[in-house]
């Protein structure tokens, strides 16, 4: 099985950054991509950001500018580097890894909880 471990969640103020990793089991260069999801209570869970094995990468409007995804193939690891937080931006992110002829692979997910 695959395994996705998310790292780097936790509380903090408006303005501040905070850096995501999501280590994978297996080489990322197995995966056609991955990406970073959030959900918030109450709300469906969407796309924040996206890289793909040719690091071609997409981002959410509400995140764009402020939030950066990229890949360290060496350490099988993905970032998310998020700059100017807001309490909008709270949520649970979760790690996506996606391959062909196969399920998505899933992290457990990481609480991000900014305040004003």
């Known amino acids: 099985q695959v395994q996705l471990v998310e790292s780097g969640g936790g509380l903090v103020q408006a303005g501040e950054s905070l850096r995501l990793s999501c280590a994978a089991s297996v080489s990322i260069f197995s995966f056609n991509a991955m990406g970073w999801y959030r959900q918030a209570p109450g709300n469906q869970r969407e796309l924040v950001a996206r890289?793909?094995?040719?690091?071609?990468?997409t981002y959410a409007g509400s995140v764009k500018g402020r939030f950066t995804i990229s890949r360290d193939n060496a350490k099988n690891t993905v970032y998310l580097q998020m700059n100017s937080l807001k309490p909008e931006d709270t949520a649970v992110y979760y790690c996506?890894?996606?391959?062909?002829?196969?399920?998505?692979?899933w992290g457990q997910g990481t609480q991000v909880t900014v305040s004003s």
């Open positions: 890289i793909s094995n040719r690091d071609t990468t």
């Open positions: 996506n890894g996606n391959r062909l002829f196969s399920v998505d692979s």
